[in-house]
């Protein structure tokens, strides 16, 4: 397992979990869970979150950017101009050229905006970035994402921060059988347990902000998402029995008494 890397964009990363740093109380519980889960990645929303005022708190002083890599996206974005000003803003601020694009459809549902996402992701890539992109969970969208240069996919498994799961196993999986990029759920998951099915149905990893940040015990739930993602990865390479219908004895029948 020591040489299980997770890559994206020919970077590689022990920890198959990306963790958000939204909706905790105070930085120092965001930190303090980050460290726990083992993440090696975290997701910053550019258009939320200090990065210039030096009065008020910085992401960066609790969270090492030389130590965790950052992942800038564009939550809160619902459009493409919006999405694309705020990733070039990313780069000339912190030279950030890996970003994970979010373009929302509507404020209620927060289902992706799937026209407008297809056609920022042709456009960043064109200018060098590095797109890991959330998309709904339709693997014929999926494909041209793929074709349009992308550097992961990252389908929801439920509406953001709704807790229920993954809904459409199906479908994540025709997505991970025609995709050689790295598929990474991203929204819906509510316990460690979704994150294991994430990754016995073939994803390369998960992204997990509510479930950790609001739950009543976030550094508890940190450390069993690590564990899930690992276990879940684990049961995945190991190559599960096949299902039947019928019992079969666990021990031999051959020469019994």
Known sequence: MAQDKLVISKKKFNSRLIVGTG???????CAKAIKISGAEIVTVAVRRVNITDKK??????????????????????FNSQEALRTLRLAREIGGWK??????????????PEMIETLNSTEILTKEGFEVM???NDDPLMAKRLENAGAAAIMPLAAPIGSGLGI??????????????????????????????????????GVLVNTAIAKAKKPFL???????????????????????????????PTKGII
């Open 23 to 29: 909706k905790y109380r105070n930085m120092s519980e």
């Open 56 to 77: 008020k708190p910085l992401l960066m002083d609790f969270i090492d950017p030389k130590k965790i890599t950052y992942l800038p996206n564009t939550a809160g974005c």
């Open 98 to 111: 890996l970003v994970k694009l979010e373009v929302l459809g509507d404020k209620k549902n927060l289902f």
């Open 133 to 135: 992109v959330y998309c």
């Open 167 to 204: 809904l459409n196993k199906v479908n994540i999986q025709i997505i991970r059988k025609q995709t050689k990029l790295p598929l990474i759920i991203d929204a819906g998951l509510g316990q460690a347990s979704d994150a294991t099915i994430a990754m016995e149905l073939g994803c390369d």
């Open 221 to 251: 739930m940190a450390e069993a998402f690590k564990r899930a993602v690992i276990a879940g990865r684990q049961s995945y390479l190991s190559g599960r029995i096949e299902k039947k219908l019928m019992g079969n004895p666990s021990s």
